[in-house]
């Protein structure tokens, strides 16, 4: 599962690239011209697992964060920086630490089950976009049961080849990508019988995610069933974005002003569909600060997996966290202002 030999090569390079920078003072200059800038860096979660379900799940390990190294993670921003709500951060106004937002991406069950206690008891607000369409299911999204068909019909297949499977299909169509992942399910079958849900990749119950509500946890529309806006038609994507927003403030009884593009795929036809659809906030997967004059409808997100905030021993490191949450982010920034 996650975290194969080169993955473990690659950790060690970036950990000592990052400690080369560290030593430099590289990543201490640029979290001093954030601060001075009053910038916010908001961060995408997507899941938070205990051990046993992390090495079960068929998710891809970009999305993946073990549950030991979120807590890790959360007491070290508790500590250093100031965790704000993304609703109330306002980039421009000068604070005393580095201001981080917490986002978590497509409304996994681990979101409520795992990272919502530990972020409680540091006071961590997380705003959590969700798809109406694919809640309380097991295994809605067709990422993973590309991954689930691809090891039943062919078990030697890595995880890098999956992630490369995978990438392929997010630029076909929608069409294209059912009827493939029809053939898949048939091969796995022929293989290995019926592909049975684990239980693992479930999402969010409208139970829970009103139980979150009630505890603070602010909600967004990540679409309506997770399509890339980029991919289809601007009538069903204005369909996925109408409806998702619909159905949260419907549940929820409460307006629905923010939104995530789901794989950070937009466009200005896509961003037209979003400020028509009356979102004030949208955010993308694009690396970056949020500053005082960045579109409020395309702020970029720091991803947080456990490849990039993990070091050689496989334990959170403070530093990989600078480096993937600071350092790639004034990088990305500095080169958008230039």
């Not at 860096?41 to 073990?66: C, E, I, K, Q, W």
């Not at 049961?145 to 392929?168: C, D, H, M, W, Y």
């Not at 204005?238 to 794989?263: D, G, M, W």
């Not at 959170?316 to 966290?321: G, K, P, V």
């Amino acid at each position: 599962m996650p975290g194969d030999e080169g993955a473990r090569t690659r950790r060690v390079i970036r950990w000592l690239w990052a400690a080369s920078l560290a030593a430099s003072g590289c990543i201490w200059w640029a979290k001093r011209q954030f601060l001075r800038r009053g910038a916010v860096v908001p961060l995408t979660f997507h899941r938070v697992l205990r051990d046993a379900d992390y090495r079960r799940t068929n998710s891809l390990p970009g999305m993946l964060l073990r549950e030991r190294t979120f807590r890790d993670l959360v007491a070290h921003v508790a500590r250093w920086y100031e965790p704000v709500d993304l609703r109330k951060a306002e980039p421009g106004a000068r604070s005393r630490r580095l201001r981080l937002a917490f986002t978590f991406d497509d409304g996994w069950i681990d979101t409520y089950t795992v990272a919502l206690p530990i972020a409680r008891e540091h006071g961590i607000p997380l705003t959590v976009f969700i798809c109406p369409g694919l809640i309380d299911g097991d295994t809605p999204f067709w990422h993973e049961q590309v991954v689930a068909f691809t090891r039943a019909a062919q078990p030697s297949t890595g995880t890098e080849k999956a992630a490369a499977l995978i990438e392929n299909l997010k630029s076909a169509e929608p069409h294209h990508r059912e009827r493939f992942l029809a053939q898949l399910r048939e091969e796995a079958r022929k293989t290995a019988g019926v592909v049975e849900p684990t239980g693992i990749d479930r999402t969010l119950s409208w139970a829970a995610i009103a139980e979150m509500s009630r505890l603070g946890v602010r909600f967004g529309a990540h679409t309506h069933t997770h399509q890339i806006l980029t991919k289809i038609s601007q009538g069903e994507a204005r369909q996925e974005v109408r409806a998702s927003k619909a159905a949260i403030e419907s549940k929820l009884s409460a307006n629905c002003k923010t939104f995530a593009y789901p794989n950070g795929n937009w466009s200005p036809e896509t961003r037209k569909i979003v400020a028509d659809a009356d979102f004030d906030l949208a955010v993308t997967t694009t690396s970056g600060a949020w500053m005082k004059d960045c579109d409020r409808l395309a702020i970029p997100r720091s991803n947080i997996s456990e490849d990039n905030v993990a070091g050689p021993t496989g334990r959170f490191s403070a530093m990989m966290f600078a480096y993937s949450t600071i350092w790639k982010a004034w990088r990305a920034t500095k080169a958008e202002y230039r």
